[in-house]
């Protein structure tokens, strides 16, 4: 037995290590440590991934849990408005897309809106309407490039990212973000720029917060919030998920970077 859980620590370093989240300093790998949150998490199975970009060193609630795939619902708008941005299926942030009159459940959905508005208001028909205008060969495309999740897409080109074929990580969720933070990943530089501009959250004189919620809407059985935070000192990147809302899962990161003394 203790062989068994001394080869699952060894996996699970390699995973860190793999991804961009356990990185060499000197000889010696910069180990993970244990994030102890659990009281945010109000006795719900969930996890978290933190990264100090400056120095590296990440933090991990659920180590196990942080590894496993889930599917990334409304967090997919992120890779979705780089990859229509690339592709010329919207213009730019500001490019409207007309309400359709169907009376959804959201009352902010029940109105023209731009890229950057969707984002904000997360308005599912939007990113779909955007979705089909990418087309199945484009998106396959750019998802397999940037290596989002398992890569599949086979649930249909407007809903494989809402509980259907396409999972991620909290781990890779990390990463991901990580390369848009740093304009790493494979797309214009001021593509990734305009993302990140429009995933702003709040803005203080002390900080910056970057984010995407995401929640699975069938249940609300599934709940995210990725992003950063950008500090006077430094840059962290987050990744969150729970077996609630993505509302949730924002809570739990504010809680948290207040513990940490990220934000005030």
């Known amino acids: 037995m203790k062989m068994l859980r001394t080869a699952a620590l060894l996996v699970f370093s ?32 969930g996890t978290m991934v933190l990264k100090n970009l400056q120095n590296d060193q990440v933090y991990v609630y659920n180590k196990e849990r942080s590894m496993e795939s889930f599917t990334p619902e409304s967090t997919f708008k992120v890779p979705n408005a780089l990859i229509g941005l690339e592709t010329l299926a919207v213009r730019d942030e500001y ?24 984002m904000r208001h997360s308005v599912i028909w939007y990113y779909q309407d955007m979705a089909r205008d ?34 991620i990580s909290a781990l890779e969720q990390a990463d991901f973000i990580e390369k848009l933070v740093e304009e790493e990943l494979p797309f214009e530089e001021r593509h990734q720029k305009t993302v990140k501009r429009m995933m702003i959250q709040d803005e ?36 969150v998920n729970i077996d609630g809302s993505g509302t949730q899962a924002k809570n739990i990161t504010l809680e948290t970077l207040k513990k940490k003394n990220i934000i005030n």
């Open 14 to 45: 390699a995973l860190f290590v793999f991804m961009g989240l356990g990185t060499v300093t000197g000889a010696e790998h910069q180990k993970p440590k244990d994030l102890e949150i659990g009281e945010f998490f109000n006795d719900k199975e």
């Open 204 to 239: 203080q004189d002390e900080y910056t917060l970057y984010g995407k919620t995401g929640t699975r809407l069938s249940d609300f059985g599934l709940g995210w919030f990725v992003g950063f935070v950008e500090t006077g000192n430094t840059t962290w990147v987050y990744a």
């Open 95 to 118: 490019e409207v897309k007309r309400w359709d009159g169907v009376t959804r459940q959201f009352a902010d959905w029940n109105r023209d809106h731009t890229l950057a508005s969707g």
């Open 134 to 167: 990418i087309g199945e060969e484009q998106m396959q495309s750019h998802v397999d490039l940037i290596q989002y999740g398992n890569q599949d897409i086979s649930g249909g080109i407007d809903s494989f990212w809402l509980d259907s074929s396409m999972e």
